[in-house]
């Protein structure tokens, strides 16, 4: 279903975390980063380079956003008045993507951009296509009939590493999810920390 399976791993490598929790991840076996000086990459990070590692980890935990889409995401929770970094999140959590994700109908969220953008999903009963689609509290997302017996989704259905979050109501029977409402950092099953104050740190300085 993916063209990026590879990717998902480097990204793991390349920040010496297991980002998303999945079982498969290299980084059980070697926590050091990839190539052959990996192994030396071990020096204490400036805080420039704290900022740009947390920026680095939440992009590319959302299927390796481009720095573009990342920063206008960034821009829109800056105009809002509230927590920047919270707003971020929520923001990031709003994409239909994530959304799709998040309700457990792909296993990745590198599979759910494929997944929306080849037309397998509706928003409040119109196809939607484009991931980066914005959902609103109160709509139902739900996977198109011809695409409910989807091997990637019924494989999806039954990964245990991960639940579906409380700000999401799913019915897997139907195929269908409610955004509820937006979530704070505190409320997003992330496998690892995220550091989205870094991250408004990173943009405010560069």
Same mark, same amino acid.
């Given at each position: 279903m993916?063209k990026?399976? +590879?990717?998902k791993?480097?990204?793991?490598?390349?920040?010496?975390e !297991?980002i998303?929790?999945?079982?498969?991840?290299p $980084? !059980?076996k070697?926590?050091y980063g990839p190539?052959?000086?990996g192994q030396?990459?071990k020096?204490k %990070?400036?805080d420039?380079?704290?900022? %740009?590692r947390a920026?680095q980890?939440? @992009?590319?935990y959302y299927g390796?956003l481009t720095? @573009?889409?990342?920063?206008?995401i960034?821009?829109?929770?800056e105009r809002q008045?509230?927590?920047t970094?919270?707003?971020?999140i929520g923001l990031?959590?709003r994409?239909?993507?994530?959304v799709?994700?998040?309700?457990? #109908?792909?296993?990745?969220?590198?599979? /759910?951009r494929? #997944?929306v953008n080849h037309?397998?999903v509706?928003? !409040?009963g119109k196809?939607?296509n484009?991931?980066?689609y914005? &959902? @609103?509290?109160g709509?139902?997302?739900?996977?198109?009939?011809?695409? @409910?017996q989807? /091997?990637i $989704?019924?494989?999806?259905?039954?990964?245990a590493?991960?639940?579906?979050?409380?700000y999401l109501?799913?019915?897997h029977s139907k195929?269908?999810?409610t #955004? &509820?409402?937006?979530?704070?950092? +505190?409320?997003?099953?992330?496998?690892?920390?995220?550091?989205?104050n %870094?991250?408004?740190?990173y943009?405010?300085? !560069?």
């Open positions: 993916t990026r399976t +590879s990717a791993y480097k990204i793991d490598r390349r920040m010496g !297991n998303w929790g999945r079982p498969k991840s $980084v !059980n070697r926590e190539g052959q000086h030396r990459r020096g %990070l400036s420039f380079g704290l900022q %740009l920026k980890k939440l @992009k590319g390796d720095e @573009k889409q990342f920063r206008r960034y821009a829109d929770a008045r509230g927590d970094g919270e707003l971020l990031l959590e994409r239909l993507d994530a799709v994700y998040r309700a457990k #109908f792909v296993p990745t969220v590198f599979a /759910a494929q #997944f037309g397998h509706l928003v !409040n196809r939607v484009i991931p980066s914005r &959902v @609103k509290e709509d139902v997302i739900e996977v198109r009939e011809k695409s @409910k989807l /091997a $989704v019924l494989e999806a259905v039954q990964l590493e991960r639940d579906v979050p409380d109501e799913v019915d195929m269908t999810a #955004f &509820v409402r937006t979530p704070g950092l +505190s409320d997003v099953p992330y496998a690892v920390q995220m550091e989205p %870094l991250v408004i740190e943009y405010a300085q !560069n």
